[in-house]
Structure formats: C-alpha cells, structure tokens
C-alpha cells in the first residue's frame, strides 16, 4: 500500500511536510520526502488528498467494563468509538471487569474474551488494591508484570471490591514493582480528606459544587505528595492519573521517576459547570475551581504535564440519573473526544507545536508503557497507526451518534476544530468519515511491553 498526496506529522519537524507512505505487513515500509515513493506492486493506492496523516493516538487510560459490565461497555464498541476519534491504541483499566486483572490467570481469563472484539491494538494493566497487600503480592507482581503495562492503584475508592491501598501498602507495592521495573499507577485522593469532608458536604447540598468540596484540590495535591515522595524515595516508577489540580502536577513534575497525565475534562470544565451541568459531568476525582483549566493546559504544552488520556468510563442513562449527584454514577465516554479535543483545543489554536501535540498523544504514553518499539510515530519500521485529519475542517460533538454504548457526554453540542477522516492500525482502516466504524472484531492485537526495556533496570523518567 502506498498512501499518497498525504501532509505528513513526522519525529523532528516543527511543520507538516509533503509526503508519501508505504505500508507493508502493517509496518510503515518507506517514507518519502517531497517525492513520490515508485511502486512495487503494491495492490493499493490511498489518496490521502491533502489531508494531515498523523500517527494514531494511544488512550492509555480507558474503562471498557469487559468482560463483566457489558451493559455500560464492551471491548467492540469502545474500542470502535476509539477509532472514530483517531485513537489506534487503547490500555484498559484492570478493576472495571469481572474477574478483575490482578494475576497471570485473570488476565489470561479476560484477554480470552475481549481479543475477539477489539478494533484496534490495546493493552491492560494489572491491579493491585489494599485486599492483596499480602502474602501473595510478591507472586501476583511477578506474574503480571510481563504482561500488563502497568500496575493501578486507588489512594481513595469507592469499590468495596477493590478498596484503597494505604500509604504504608504503597511502600509494599513500590518495592515489590520495583523489582521488576513496572510502572504503579495512581488515583490520588487523600482517604482521610475525602472521607472526613463527604458526611458535611452531602448533608449542605446535592449539586456538583458540593461534590467538588468534599475532594478539592487539597484532596488530590495531599494524596500526590504523599505517593510520589514514596516513589522517589524508593526510585521506583510511578504515574499519577487524571490530574486536575495546578499544585499536584507540580509536585509531579519536580519527580525523576513520577510521570503524569490529564484529560481534556480538567481542560474544558471547572466546578461551576459541573454545578450548571450536573451528573453527565460527574467524574472522579472532580473538575476543580477555574483557574485550573488554562494552567494545565499550558502545563501540558509546556511538558511539565506528560500526556493526555480519556479516563473513558461511561454509566447508562439510569446510572447517571439516580436523582442525588451523591449517588449517580461518576465517569463520561472520553474516547470519542481525546484526540479531537486535543487536537482542537491545543494544536489547531496554537497553544502548542506540533512536535508537543504528538509527543502527549502518541509519543510519551508510547515511551512511558514500553511500547514505543511499535507505537507512537510515524517512521520506518513502526506500526502504521495512522490518523487522516483535514485541519480545516470541523466537527461537532454528538453524544447518541457516537459509537460507544455511552451517549451522556458533557462536552454535548461542542464544535471542535479539525476533523478525523480515516482511521487506520497496522495499515488496516477501522473508520472513515463516509462508512463510519469498520473492520472485523478481534483484528486488534494485544501489546506486552518491550522485553528489552524492562530487562534494563529502572530508569528515571527525567533527568
């Protein structure tokens, strides 16, 4: 396949530039520079008529809720909602699926069923709670740090079946991952701040700004103070998830060996519009008080943020709707949005260049999860995830046309600039604008990490 008439987003160049593409064996073969690659029987000929070919996105931040909890997500609709959104790579969640992937047999057990679904390349992480701080967790570690991405933990949960691992647990689960050079990821909440602050809240108010004080920004710079001077004590890996609060992806940003992400939740939204918006923006931890959101943002521009996921994790429309902000379910259909949002919001209105657009999207969760030996650019030799984007086009967001079992959206009636035309993993289209969701379930492939890299030993994550 050689893909022609293509802008092309390449590793080093502050421009798009004029090129070609060909694909072999689902690889980018060739690229050619301000010339025409000659043909080698190759069977197709994609016109990309202008359009931006940028490399796929990688969300490695998702809840599909597969297998257990079909009823809200499966690995086939959210991973086709993914596609139409530019994503080609997914990492899902391990404790949003029964069983959950906290050892060698549940992750075998869950690969079984959702391989048969995905659209696109997806990964998983493991999970570890406060229950299997035991006897046992030197054995789980072993077991899934070959296979698994990364390891998530909640400093604060609402899961009874998958409680908090406290602080003196994360000293255990640090040293133990260490040992096997993987990644902890947390959810960083204070338990004692969240737990003391939720009675009074509810008992003052049932809208969004009394959900947001009982975990403010306190709440998650507490919890990401506390993680990551554990981490940096010990020197072992460490990312904070969904961060939305200044002082923390400060403290994030300081770390060697600690990275982090934000969503384009804590870019869009503060707490009066979750007050104004209500359930379909109820998430956790909370979007924060306004003069967040355009900090992050430059923060994210600017690297002292490291990339961008969706935290896609939609409820039904009964969830959502209990009738107290108390009790409806916390978590929106991101997948859809990430990249376009990104590409929108940072990109196209100039806040960052495009070498800093493709590092948060595919480059620096690529690196950080060790797949960057297949995933993250456009070059020769790597995978050809590649994304058609007509810059000046545009879109608007439609929560019941997308592909996702998830139709409650807060970023409803947006327009977003930018839009995504084709969508291809491993040189094989999964959408396009015209025909929409494509391909056959179960083309997606699994991704371990680069064996090479975590037999290297820790390495931080700056200088």
């Known amino acids: ?176 991952t260490r040992r096997h050079n993987c990644i902890v990821l947390v959810h960083a909440e204070d338990y004692d701040y969240v737990s003391g602050a939720t009675p009074g809240e509810r008992e003052h108010g049932d809208g969004g700004l009394a959900f947001y004080r009982s975990r403010p920004e306190a709440a998650e710079t507490l919890s990401v103070l506390t993680v990551t001077e554990i981490a940096e004590e010990l020197g072992a890996p460490m990312h904070i998830v969904h961060l939305g609060t200044i002082r923390a992806a400060e403290i994030v940003a300081k770390c060697r060996f600690v990275s982090g992400e934000t969503c384009p939740q804590y870019l869009e939204f503060d707490c009066h519009d979750f007050e104004r918006i209500g359930a379909p923006l109820k998430i956790t931890p909370p979007v924060k008080g306004p003069e967040n959101r355009a900090v992050l943002l430059r923060m994210l521009a600017e690297g002292q943020i490291d990339f961008i996921a969706s935290d896609h994790a939609p409820g039904t429309h009964e969830e959502k709707n209990t009738g107290s902000i108390w009790t409806d379910y916390a978590g929106i259909p991101g997948a859809p949005t990430l990249f376009p949002y990104i590409l929108s919001e940072g990109y196209l209105s100039g806040v960052m260049g495009l070498q800093r657009f493709l590092e948060v999207t595919s480059g620096n969760p690529a690196r950080r999860y060790r797949i960057a030996d297949r995933k993250g650019a456009l070059a020769e030799g790597l995978d050809a995830d590649l994304v058609f984007i007509d810059t000046a086009g545009s879109s608007v967001v439609r929560g019941e046309e997308s592909f996702s079992k998830g139709k409650i959206t807060p970023f409803e009636g947006k327009e977003l600039r930018g839009k995504v035309h084709r969508t291809m993993v491993r040189g094989r289209t999964v959408f396009d604008s015209e025909h929409g969701v494509m391909g056959e379930p179960g083309t997606g492939q699994f991704l371990r990490p680069d064996p090479k890299l975590r037999s290297a030993g820790v390495q931080p994550w700056r200088g």
Do not use: W
């Not at 359009?51 to 086709?80: C, M, Q, R, T, W």
């Not at 949003?96 to 679904?117: F, G, N, W």
């Not at 390891?151 to 691992?165: D, E, H, L, M, N």
């Open 1 to 176: 396949m050689i893909i022609r008439n293509a802008f092309l987003a390449l590793p080093g160049r502050d421009e798009l530039v004029a090129g070609e593409l060909r694909v072999q064996d689902g690889k980018i073969a060739e690229i050619g520079v301000g010339r025409a690659l000659e043909s080698q029987g190759d069977a197709d000929i994609v016109n990309a008529e202008g359009l931006a070919v940028l490399p796929g996105a990688i969300d490695a931040h998702v809840h599909f809720f597969d297998p257990g909890y079909n009823h809200k997500e499966d690995f086939l609709h959210g991973s086709g909602a993914s596609a139409s959104g530019g994503v080609t790579t997914v990492v899902d969640m391990p404790d949003t699926s029964e069983p959950a992937a906290i050892d060698a047999q549940s992750i075998r057990e869950k690969l079984e069923v959702v391989s048969a679904r995905s659209l696109v390349d997806f990964g998983f992480f493991g999970g570890i709670s406060g229950l299997l701080c035991d006897d046992q967790l030197s054995r789980r570690v072993a077991e899934m740090a070959p296979e698994v991405l990364g390891i998530k933990t909640y400093a604060t949960s609402g899961s009874v079946q998958f409680p908090r691992v406290s602080n003196h647990q994360y000293y255990q689960v640090l040293r133990e």
